[in-house]
């Protein structure tokens, strides 16, 4: 783990490496991951000129596409239309399109750029799909949802930032997301089924009002596994009534809280 005074040694072009670890408000920060600490902090690149964030943004997404984060051009040209610096608090915009999680508040952080490109593009999200997110935390995720689908569902188990996330996201014109406050584990039954469902904390068993709640022809994006373990982000998709499951690619994500934790 790197400490601030160390950081604030390194070069910043250290910092763009990939990180697939995800984090996302309604999980607690996971001791061992990326802490707030390991963030430059404010002030240690200061810049002489404004920064000039949709260069930055380009620059993030070219080196998401040569990592092969991200080739879908739909999900591309949503994270260039998302101003992932307005989803970050003010002391942390400068380095808002590095790819890594940032923090946002309430000890949670916003995720790594590329893994939200990974499961946005893994949902294969089509213009007239109703999504359901659960883990909103400052709202980034929703609003790269909010460009591909008809509406974007997003629950938050911190009302605090389901709060701001409904401000920042109604300020921005996204009016095809709803926010609220509540326990994820339990879905928003009275919109399902859903086209599809991204969830951004780790379950340790997949939650079976999710899977219920899933369309048929659904995808749902989901990490799976123990905190500290090993976990795996899985695909999942509705045929037939059955859901089938597929190991994607191995992960680091936060716990999911609330009644996941009573299974």
Not at 2 to 15: G, P
Not at 176 to 205: K, M, Q, S
């Amino acid at each position: 783990m790197l400490r601030s005074s160390k950081v604030t040694a390194i070069a910043v072009s250290a910092i763009l490496a990939v990180i697939l670890i995800a984090f996302a408000g309604g999980c607690k920060p996971e001791e061992g991951n990326i802490p707030p600490e390991a963030v430059p902090p404010p002030g240690s690149a200061a810049q002489e000129e404004p920064p000039d964030y949709e260069q930055m943004r380009s620059d993030m997404v070219e080196l998401l596409k040569r990592q092969r984060m991200v080739e879908s051009a739909p999900v591309i040209e949503a994270m260039m239309a998302t101003p992932r610096h307005l989803f970050v608090p003010d002391e942390y915009r400068q380095w808002a399109y590095f790819d890594t999680p940032l923090p946002i508040g309430e000890d949670q952080t916003i995720s790594a750029p590329g893994i939200v490109a990974k499961m946005t593009e893994l949902l294969e999200p089509k213009p007239e799909d109703i999504v359901l997110e659960i883990g909103t935390g400052s709202g980034y995720q929703a609003a790269v949802l909010a460009h591909l689908v008809k509406h974007v569902y997003t629950i938050e188990i911190l009302c605090t930032l389901a709060d701001s996330a409904r401000d920042r996201l109604a300020a921005l014109g996204y009016d095809n997301v709803t926010v609220r406050c509540g326990d994820g584990y339990l879905g928003w039954p009275d919109h399902a089924p859903f086209d599809g469902i991204i969830v951004t904390c780790a379950p340790e068993e997949i939650p079976q009002p999710l899977q219920d709640q899933l369309k048929e022809g659904g995808r749902m994006v989901i990490p799976v596994g123990p905190e500290g373990g090993a976990q795996e982000l899985y695909l999942l998709e509705k045929q037939e009534g059955v859901v089938k499951k597929s190991a994607v690619l191995p992960v680091i994500f936060v716990p999911m809280t609330g009644e996941a934790q009573q299974h």
